[in-house]
T-cell receptor, first 112, second 114 residues
């Protein structure tokens, strides 16, 4: 069974540009979570999507947004990139209910 | 609000020695607790979880953890470590209110020396 897959693995963007990160959850999982792991800031919750709806977001500005598609895959969009957006972005998926989340390998975003 | 404190930022230990990575949490409601491991330039892998039931939880790679409600702790232990256990370990808590949204500790780097 395939795990959570994220693409691309690495992404280099210029300040002010937009970045799009993609995530495919484990088959049968309806929830997708996005986390940012920035140097010195630890793992911070960004967004939660379930059944196509945004259910919760963390303390991030509106230029961080995303969506979930009917097949439960998800996109994270970061507009007007800033240098401090450089980080590892991790996607996780889980089935409905109170169980564990499974993580992908992450997308390393570098803003120059 | 929930929070997680990992008391040690780095733990050096010799191969085949026992190790304990400490985790304390703060929450006003019932919680679910997790330990994840992250190898360099990789994502997070679930080591073990406490959802309910027995307070002693066994996970993969010989790790175990004990949920102590009175101490609000969930320390991770392994009786004999290997070089391959060198990695960063994260304790995380969820209250289930927002699905499986996790609040993470700052992480503990385990360095196993030969």
């Amino acid at each position: 069974e395939a795990g959570v897959t994220q693409s691309p693995t690495h992404l280099i963007k210029t300040r002010g540009q937009q970045a799009t990160l993609r995530c495919s959850p484990i088959s049968g999982h309806t929830s997708v979570y996005w986390y940012q792991q920035a140097l010195g800031l630890g793992l911070q919750f960004l967004l939660w999507y379930d059944e196509g709806e945004e259910r919760n977001r963390g303390n991030f500005p509106p230029r961080f947004s995303g969506r979930q598609f009917p097949n439960y895959s998800s996109e994270l969009n970061v507009n007007a990139l800033e240098l401090e957006d450089s980080a590892l972005y991790l996607c996780a998926s889980s089935p409905g209910g109170k169980t564990e989340a499974f993580f992908g390998q992450g997308t390393r975003l570098t803003v120059v | 609000a929930q929070s997680v404190t990992q008391l040690d930022s780095q733990v050096p230990v010799f191969e085949e020695a026992p190790v304990e990575l400490r985790c304390n949490y703060s929450s006003s409601v019932s919680v679910y607790l997790f330990w994840y491991v992250q190898y360099p330039n990789q994502g997070l892998q679930l080591l073990l979880k406490y959802l309910s039931g027995s307070t002693l939880v066994k996970g993969i790679n010989g790790f175990e953890a004990e949920f102590n409600k009175s101490q609000t702790s969930f320390h991770l232990r392994k009786p004999s470590v290997h070089i391959s256990d060198t990695a960063e370990y994260f304790c995380a808590v969820s209250d289930g209110e927002y699905g499986n949204k996790l609040v993470f500790g700052a992480g503990t780097i385990l360095r196993v020396k030969s």
